[in-house]
T-cell receptor, first 111, second 112 residues
Framework: GEDVEQSLFLSVREGDSSVINCTYT??????LYWYKQEPGAGLQLLTY?????DMKQDQRLTVLLNKKDKHLSLRIADTQTGDSAIYFC???????????FGQGTTLQVKP | DAGITQSPRHKVTETGTPVTLRCHQT?????MYWYRQDPGHGLRLIHY???????DKGEVSDGYSVSRSKTEDFLLTLESATSSQTSVYFC???????????FGPGTRLTVL
């Protein structure tokens, strides 16, 4: 069935790189997404990657996609305290518009 | 920010009472979604709509109904609230099934 898995917690020091990992099950998703949720707020789309790409870079964010292993990662370079949030990966099986989310990874950034 | 509002933002109710949550958009987007967010589960889709009067079930639809009589409004109803429906409810919109979903600020519902 459809399932997206993430580790629940990551703690890094300010200035370090953060890597958040995700595994998914459905190979029909055309796009895979990373959303960010700050405390008390809704989700905001951070970035996405098209399924025929291996990597996408957007300023401090790098997304890596390994389709063979169904593994997605989000790297945040030079992590700042403002990056502290919950990060969700999501797939869209069959491109139906329905998103399947992982449990979310809480990123804690220590000064 | 995408023009999405949710009302109420917070609600406390008792088991067995009906509850209706409202999502309102000013973007004229075709797709609207209701999710619930619970610790350890991420967000799970309850129902979605792909047009006026066109709705379909998500993965956790039991105990919930929806209605969309106008493009801008998508209502989520709990006919008889239960404690297991205590959650944070998010509405989202998108232009179509391929595009980014924009999320509302959420409604925190507590069922006692």
């Amino acid at each position: 069935g459809e399932d997206v898995e993430q580790s629940l917690f990551l703690s890094v020091r300010e200035g370090d790189s953060s890597v958040i990992n995700c595994t998914y099950t459905d190979s029909s998703s055309t796009y895979l997404y990373w959303y960010k949720q700050e405390p008390g707020a809704g989700l905001q789309l951070l970035t996405y990657i098209f399924s025929n790409m291996d990597m996408k870079q957007d300023q401090r964010l790098t997304v890596l996609l390994n389709k063979k292993d169904k593994h997605l990662s989000l790297r945040i370079a030079d992590t700042q305290t403002g990056d502290s949030a919950i990060y969700f990966c999501a797939e869209s099986p069959g491109n139906t518009g329905k998103l399947i989310f992982g449990q979310g990874t809480t990123l804690q950034v220590k000064p | 920010d995408a023009g999405i509002t949710q009302s109420p933002r917070h609600k406390v109710t008792e088991t067995g009472t009906p509850v209706t949550l409202r999502c309102h958009q000013t973007e004229n987007h075709r797709y609207m979604y209701w999710y619930r967010q619970d610790p350890g589960h991420g967000l799970r889709l309850i129902h979605y709509s792909y047009g006026v009067k066109d709705t379909d079930k998500g993965e956790v639809s039991d105990g919930y109904s929806v209605s969309r009589s106008k493009t801008e409004d998508f209502l989520l109803t709990l006919e008889s609230a239960t404690s297991s429906q205590t959650s944070v409810y998010f509405c989202a919109i998108s232009e179509d099934e391929y595009n980014e979903q924009f999320f509302g600020p959420g409604t925190r519902l507590t069922v006692l």
